[in-house]
């Protein structure tokens, strides 16, 4: 039985034993979907911080629409007090399905448990919780995080595996606690492991964001005068880092090497243009894969407990030959 007719039917019953009288049983839907039959679902955005949630907003938005699901859209300003309040929200509103990007990982067991008790399934997307109670939610779509980093610090190791001394690598993290920074991180750390010449020597967050990506690779370029590679957990820190080693006098892209990941459209542009070295893609079109769970886990269907995107990696060829065709 679909989870919006269980509820109906528990709302339903309530009803009637309140008002004791059998005419209550005429207010057949007390469901979020206003009554017009179509699924609703309340969806939590971290925020507008990167060309790829941009373009995740919009897939996301233009797939609710295409596949007739009602979508409650909260966007959240890389807050987690705010994504808290929405899903308390959405619960309220008795929506169909919940689904989020969580901004970092760990504090969701309250709040999860709330729409959980209020027969509302949980879908994570594109961001993992770390909650032990599995049972929480109901399936996540997205990346391989870990992958992604190991994926860029591979392409490092084979591109320096002749170098005789350190080579310094700078790291521009991503919103502390989020899931793509820690894994991206791991993933990377792990990956460079193999040639004892890399060396990280200075780590720090730039939110994912271009303004903050830049200001942190000011004080980096002032703090170590032989940096040798940027390693950017995503494109936007990197756009904003390639504008602080321009105005230092370096040469993006030959002075330092720079990898980053996501390969959004400027990302793609300056890996064509010769000032980015090397992308390990991260793809934000989740939105079609995320209504076919909606209107499966609406439907009270079992759902795979982790659905990973397809991605790729690209050269500063393969850029070229890429971006002609490159969506978003
Ligand atoms: O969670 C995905 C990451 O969040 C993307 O790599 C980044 O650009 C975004 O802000």
Redesign the pocket.
């Known amino acids: 039985m679909s989870t919006r007719r269980t509820r109906t039917i528990v709302a339903a019953l309530a009803t009637v034993l309140l008002a004791g009288s059998v005419a209550a049983c005429g207010n057949s839907d007390t469901g979020g979907d206003g009554g017009d039959g179509k699924i609703v679902l309340g969806f939590s955005q971290?925020g507008a911080?990167?060309?790829?949630?941009t373009a995740n907003t919009t897939s996301i938005k233009e797939a609710a629409t295409e596949a007739g699901i009602e979508l409650k859209f909260d966007d959240a300003q890389q807050k987690q007090e705010n994504q808290i309040k929405a899903i308390r929200n959405f619960i309220q509103q008795k929506v169909d399905v919940i689904a989020f990007?969580p901004v970092v990982e760990s504090g969701w067991d309250t709040v999860l448990k709330e729409a959980k008790d209020a027969g509302i399934p949980v879908i994570l997307t594109?961001?993992a919780v770390d909650s032990a109670d599995r049972s929480l939610y109901k399936t996540f779509l997205?990346?391989d995080?870990v992958k992604e980093g190991r994926l860029a610090g591979e392409w490092l190791v084979e591109q320096t595996k002749t170098a005789t001394g350190p080579v310094n690598i700078v790291e521009l993290q991503?919103?502390t606690g989020?899931?793509?920074a820690n894994d991206r991180k791991e993933g990377f750390a792990a990956a460079i492991a193999a040639n004892p010449n890399l060396k990280i020597v200075a780590s720090q967050s730039g939110d994912?964001k271009r303004a903050d990506g830049k200001q942190v690779m000011e004080q980096f370029l002032k703090a170590n005068p032989d940096i040798d590679v940027l390693f950017a957990?995503?494109?936007?820190m990197g756009l904003g880092a390639l504008e602080a080693i321009t105005a230092a006098g370096k040469v993006p892209g030959k002075d330092i090497t720079i990898i980053t990941?996501?390969a959004?459209k400027d990302g793609m542009q300056a890996l064509a243009d010769g000032k980015f070295n090397f992308i390990a893609e991260?793809s934000?079109l989740l939105g079609p894969q995320l209504m076919e769970l909606v209107k499966k886990v609406e439907a009270g269907e079992e759902v795979p407990a982790r659905i990973e995107t397809e991605e790729t990696t690209f050269t500063q060829e393969q850029a070229k030959a890429a971006l002609p065709n490159r969506k978003y």
């Open positions: 971290v911080e990167s060309g790829w949630r990007s594109d961001r997205g990346s995080f991503g919103t989020s899931a793509p994912f957990h995503n494109d936007d990941i996501d959004v991260c934000p």
